[in-house]
């Protein structure tokens, strides 16, 4: 086939111009390499990736994901039911959340799904029963709490973790203790996840050290575990998406390398989202009007806060491209707007972009996780759609 032309952004041109807007454009190359990329760094290892599919559930990502041999980490049904529909192997499929409902569980259990990831002891007993009652026996692990500060980088020395997740470090024992005289669940590890976006491998370093000692404090009780979870939190660079359209995977599984003492036949599994989908999305819109007030500029888009929600929940950074203007004129300072009512509907304060008119497209990069999952219809707005680029 002829390779396809591309526009001064990498983007296929004919695919940003003809498709209505907005939607996102997923680079199919880009997630291709990042998967490979994982793979190459995994290979040789115990390890086992799981893709968090609440990252960006697009069907057609995930088959994707799928065809690469990764499992998938859920957190409801409905995911449960989208991981089986895109190919992923039941037996390679760890299931989270604090909120487990029955539902979820039995189907769960039905398709005998890899690992329950377990976050308290009401739901332990509850995954026990559900089991027994379905004549069957449950594969679970313990997600624990390890009091490690993602965000900081400190270790939290707090004895009463104020946190949802997970169990902590002093009920573990009895709690693990508790589920070895359970007739229908198999315990098979300890899980962790300590945050999302973490771009150092300080967390990791300190998550491996927490690990290392409780398998040491357990092994010497008789507990040996199959299998350890370190979960994800690997972070993107979104500030520079073309020259770091990929994570620095080598750094990330190399701090587990280093630090994590597996023992013999121990397994070890990721739970990686954002890392795997964030850079291969964009969200594609056009400018609607482009408005001045006394002191400011604005660009009002066809996108908003219903398509990708993170600059508005949590003041996330995202680059920003005018697809249209040439890059060699002038700039100007603007807001970047969507149209919906809310005054958080805002992707960017003071950006300096070229000088911009009604009807160019921009793009709005870094876009490919929690942006399309999170789209809602606030405003009965429609969901926002997808193209699959590739460049040949
Ligand atoms: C959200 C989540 C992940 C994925 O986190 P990323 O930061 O996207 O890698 C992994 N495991 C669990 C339990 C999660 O809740």
């Given at each position: 086939m002829m390779s396809r032309t591309l526009n001064k952004h990498g983007f296929v041109t004919d695919l940003v111009e003809k498709t209505p807007t907005p939607f996102y454009y997923y680079d199919m190359d880009i997630l291709h390499e990042t998967l490979a990329e994982v793979n190459r760094q995994i290979g040789g290892h115990p390890f086992k990736v799981h893709y968090a599919?609440?990252?960006?559930?697009n069907p057609h990502i995930l088959k994707t994901i799928a065809s690469h041999g990764l499992g998938a980490d859920l957190v409801s049904g409905g995911e449960v039911k989208a991981a089986i529909e895109a190919g992923f192997d039941p037996r390679e499929m760890t299931f989270s959340g604090v909120g487990k409902t029955d539902w979820e569980i039995r189907l769960g259990i039905e398709n005998g799904i890899g690992c329950f990831n377990v976050e308290s002891v009401p739901e332990l007993d509850i995954i026990n029963q559900l089991a027994g009652e379905m004549g069957k026996k449950a594969n679970i692990a313990f997600r624990v709490n390890?009091?490690?500060?993602?965000?900081?980088h400190k270790y939290i020395t707090t004895g009463t973790a104020d946190n949802k997740f997970g169990i902590t470090l002093e009920a573990l024992e009895q709690v693990i203790n508790h589920a070895l005289t359970l007739q229908h669940v198999c315990l098979r590890g300890l899980h962790f996840h300590i945050g999302s976006q973490i771009t150092t491998m300080q967390p990791f370093v300190m998550l491996c050290e927490t690990i290392n000692k409780l398998l040491d404090y357990y092994s010497g009780r008789g507990i040996n575990f199959e299998m350890i979870n370190v979960g994800g939190g690997l972070g993107i660079n979104y500030n520079d998406p073309d020259m770091h359209p990929i994570p620095d995977f080598e750094s990330y599984f190399n701090t587990f390398k280093q630090h994590l003492q597996l023992r013999p036949n121990q397994l070890l599994h990721f739970e990686l989202g954002r890392s795997i989908v964030g850079g291969c999305g964009s969200l594609i819109s056009r400018v609607v009007f482009v408005k001045e007030t006394r002191n400011k500029k604005f660009i009002i888009l066809d996108a908003g806060m219903t398509d990708l929600i993170r600059p508005a929940l949590y003041e996330a950074h995202h680059e920003i491209q005018n697809l249209t203007a040439a890059d060699t004129g002038t700039q100007e300072t603007y807001d970047v707007v969507g149209p919906v009512c809310e005054s958080s509907d805002v992707f960017a304060h003071d950006r300096s972009l070229p000088t911009t008119h009604r009807g160019d497209l921009i793009a709005i990069r870094s876009a490919g996780a929690y942006g399309e999952s999170m789209s809602s219809r606030y405003n009965m707005r429609p969901l926002p759609s997808s193209v699959f680029a590739t460049r040949e």
């Open positions: 599919v609440k990252a960006n559930g390890p009091d490690i500060d993602a965000h900081t």
